[in-house]
């Protein structure tokens, strides 16, 4: 079994600044009209709030906030704990983020074109994570683990997949005393977990989970 938490504890992972992907606020978001259980209200209740809640220091780089829909920007506009960043001028200022940023947009997997849409979300967060050293949450963890395992930039850039966020919410919801999540929780883990749980070798079931990783939360 592989986790991130096995290298931070979820504990200190709060502590630190989290760059946070668009998609992760809108897992699901293709079902939001047809199944109840991926209404942005269910979502935002089971696991947004509680995600949003527990980080100090969240931020979101501008292409990234610019790709939300409306509900999901009307409630990280709601979080102080929420910055909205971009690379101001860095593009053309600074020799070392120039480097950054021209290695993941010529990674095979991206082929990125400044000025084109696709993939310019994960591009422009995961340079702005390489620049400043932070940790990175994505539900395109497939894509984005092998960029980080393929470039020396990223080196220092933890990928928080989207599991850990599960996990969270299971915690955040727990130490409230607040079961009436539990069972949309661990049909989130099941449903949009899939590939990780495939990939990193992770219990099938959320309350395994939780049990084989208490000791590192």
């Given at each position: 079994?592989?986790?991130?938490?096995?290298?931070?504890?979820?504990?200190?992972?709060?502590?630190?600044?989290?760059?946070?992907?668009?998609?992760?606020?809108?897992?699901?978001?293709?079902?939001?009209?047809?199944?109840?259980?991926?209404?942005?209200?269910?979502?935002?209740?089971?696991?947004?709030?509680?995600?949003?809640?527990?980080?100090?220091?969240?931020?979101?780089?501008?292409?990234?906030?610019?790709?939300?829909?409306?509900?999901?920007?009307?409630?990280?506009?709601?979080?102080?704990?929420?910055?909205?960043?971009?690379?101001e001028k860095q593009?053309?200022?600074?020799?070392?983020?120039?480097?950054?940023?021209?290695?993941?947009?010529?990674?095979?997997?991206?082929?990125?074109?400044?000025?084109?849409?696709?993939?310019?979300?994960?591009?422009?967060?995961?340079?702005?994570?390489?620049?400043?050293?932070?940790?990175?949450?994505?539900?395109?963890?497939?894509m984005v683990d092998?960029?980080?395992?393929?470039?020396?930039?990223?080196?220092?850039?933890?990928?928080?997949?989207?599991?850990?966020?599960?996990?969270?919410?299971?915690?955040?919801?727990?130490?409230?005393?607040?079961?009436?999540?539990?069972?949309?929780?661990?049909?989130?883990?099941?449903?949009?977990?899939?590939?990780?749980?495939?990939?990193?070798?992770?219990?099938?079931?959320?309350?395994?989970?939780?049990?084989?990783?208490?000791?590192?939360?």
């Open positions: 079994m592989y986790t991130p938490l096995q290298k931070i504890s979820l504990r200190r992972l709060l502590k630190e600044p989290i760059m946070l992907d668009a998609n992760i606020l809108m897992v699901g978001i293709d079902k939001r009209g047809t199944d109840p259980n991926c209404s942005f209200e269910n979502m935002k209740s089971v696991y947004m709030i509680p995600l949003l809640e527990s980080f100090r220091d969240i931020r979101i780089h501008r292409m990234v906030y610019d790709e939300l829909d409306v509900q999901s920007r009307d409630l990280v506009d709601k979080y102080s704990s929420v910055m909205i960043v971009n690379e593009y053309l200022q600074d020799p070392q983020y120039i480097t950054i940023f021209n290695h993941i947009a010529d990674h095979e997997r991206i082929r990125y074109s400044r000025g084109s849409s696709k993939d310019r979300g994960e591009v422009y967060s995961l340079a702005y994570a390489a620049y400043h050293g932070i940790n990175y949450f994505s539900s395109k963890e497939i092998e960029i980080a395992r393929d470039l020396e930039d990223l080196k220092d850039v933890d990928i928080i997949t989207f599991d850990v966020i599960v996990l969270l919410a299971f915690v955040y919801h727990m130490s409230r005393g607040d079961t009436s999540k539990n069972k949309a929780l661990k049909s989130i883990y099941k449903r949009f977990c899939e590939d990780v749980i495939k990939r990193h070798h992770l219990p099938p079931t959320l309350r395994e989970y939780y049990l084989q990783v208490e000791k590192l939360l």
